[in-house]
């Protein structure tokens, strides 16, 4: 078998099966592509490292009494061009950073935006329900998780399409030139500017209580938080809350539509949306894995591992091992232990949106089944990302559907902000 290399085309197309051969053959096999990593494929050795992260850091630079010399870490193989906020920090720094955070992620607080996160659906499902033509990644899975973020966060919404587009590309990209790469970290580089930009008059106006104002007002050991630190928190956020929901959101409309039978139970039983949810999340685990640095010498899967190895958590494999999931190529809406899944992480390091996430997902698949119930896709035109080193999903849907009529009145036609707040009936 060839060795394993996240970043090809090859796994791309058939990441399943080369998941299972691992699993069966080798479930912590090494590679040496990236600098040399181990990926681990079975549930339950991948949950233990996301359970254990003194021996299994997630900072991105070392320094071992035994090997002098810094070495490079992180969450991802090989490792991310700019910091990912506490993502890669480790406790206890990571832990203050969370703390600051958590009340913001709660379902108390995500149930509370519900009302909001609805009406943001609608508008995005009224701009095109009268063509009766629709991409699911274009019209719904790209701009629904970034304009939610930056609605949630406290961000302006009219740039939704920027973040979301430099973070799309970054999910998929590739190696490739010296010039594609170049434009990737132009790309990332002007976010984090914009970013950077917004928080001083941010700072001197005194916001609104928002996720953003929470940082910017937070102290840490009696001193504010510098803007470099809120900026890579805040990217970090956007990160983990446009393109992996953007990537799930388009897969999971996928599979029903290849599915009608499944779409006809949801619809006829909403209730089972949250748990169908839940195993799409397993099912398509939508981030391919992260990565984690060994600190102490450990054994994992009988394989011996040494400090400053680096360890790739096939996310994708865990969720579909038949040792955790029976018959884990079926998709189940009604599955007893989906929940389980680690599409979200687990541990001290479990994804902050791992309640807004579903959240969103189930809101508009409830609008979906609700206003576009025969949607029809066009497969040959569907196109996946050629390669998903971060993230596994679609560039393209296209679909169409029986036209119908708008719900929501007093939104201005360019973003989801009310110009009055009177909700038609057929909306409720």
Not at 208 to 216: E, F, G, N, S, Y
Not at 318 to 345: C, E, I, T, W, Y
Not at 389 to 404: D, E, H, Q
Request: charged residues 25%; aromatic residues 8%; proline residues 8%.
């Amino acid at each position: 078998m060839p060795q394993f290399d996240h970043h090809t085309e090859h796994f791309a197309q058939h990441w399943r099966e080369t998941y299972a051969e691992l699993r069966e053959g080798c479930p912590v096999a090494h590679s040496d592509r990236h600098g040399g990593f181990h990926v681990v494929t079975h549930y339950a050795d991948v949950r233990r490292v996301l359970h254990d992260p003194v021996t299994f850091a997630c900072g991105r630079e070392f320094e071992f009494a035994d090997a002098p010399g810094r070495r490079a870490g992180g969450v991802t193989v090989p490792v991310n061009p700019v910091r990912m906020g506490m993502m890669e920090l480790d406790p206890p720094d990571s832990q203050v950073y969370r703390r600051l955070m958590a009340p913001y992620f709660s379902p108390k607080a995500i149930k509370e935006y519900q009302p909001r996160l609805a009406e943001i659906v609608s508008w995005l499902v009224d701009r095109v329900i009268g063509a009766g033509r629709i991409d699911f990644v274009d019209d719904l899975s790209n701009p629904l998780p970034a304009l939610v973020s930056l609605d949630y966060f406290g961000l302006p919404l009219e740039r939704w399409a920027d973040y979301a587009s430099a973070l799309h590309k970054a999910a998929y990209r590739e190696k490739g030139s010296a010039r594609a790469v170049g434009e990737l970290l132009a790309d990332l580089r002007a976010t984090l500017a914009e970013l950077r930009a917004t928080l001083p008059e941010r700072r001197a106006a005194g916001a609104p209580d928002t996720v953003v104002d929470r940082l910017l007002g937070a102290e840490v050991d009696g001193a504010p938080l510098p803007d470099e630190i809120v900026t890579e928190m805040v990217f970090m956020l956007l990160n983990g809350g446009i393109d992996t929901s953007t990537a799930l959101i388009a897969s999971m409309f996928g599979h029903l539509g290849a599915h009608p039978e499944r779409r006809a139970e949801l619809a006829a039983d909403p209730a089972l949306v949250p748990t169908a949810v839940d195993e799409m999340l397993r099912y398509f685990t939508p981030g391919t894995g992260v990565a984690r640095t060994v600190t102490a010498p450990v054994e994992l899967g009988g394989v011996a591992l040494r400090p400053g190895d680096r360890v790739l958590l096939a996310l994708g494999s865990a969720n579909n091992d038949p040792a955790m999931f029976p018959d884990p190529d079926d998709v189940r809406l009604d599955r007893d232990n989906n929940s389980k899944h680690l599409a979200f992480g687990s541990g001290i390091h479990r994804c902050l949106g791992a309640f807004l996430a579903p959240a969103e997902m189930t809101v508009l698949l409830r609008e979906v089944l609700r206003r576009l119930p025969d949607y029809t896709i066009d497969e040959s035109k569907v196109a996946r990302y050629p390669t998903i080193p971060l993230v596994n999903g679609y560039l393209t849907m296209p679909a169409s559907f029986t036209p119908g009529e708008p719900v929501l009145t007093g939104f201005d036609a360019r973003l989801p902000v009310r110009t009055d707040v009177r909700i038609t009936a057929a909306a409720r």
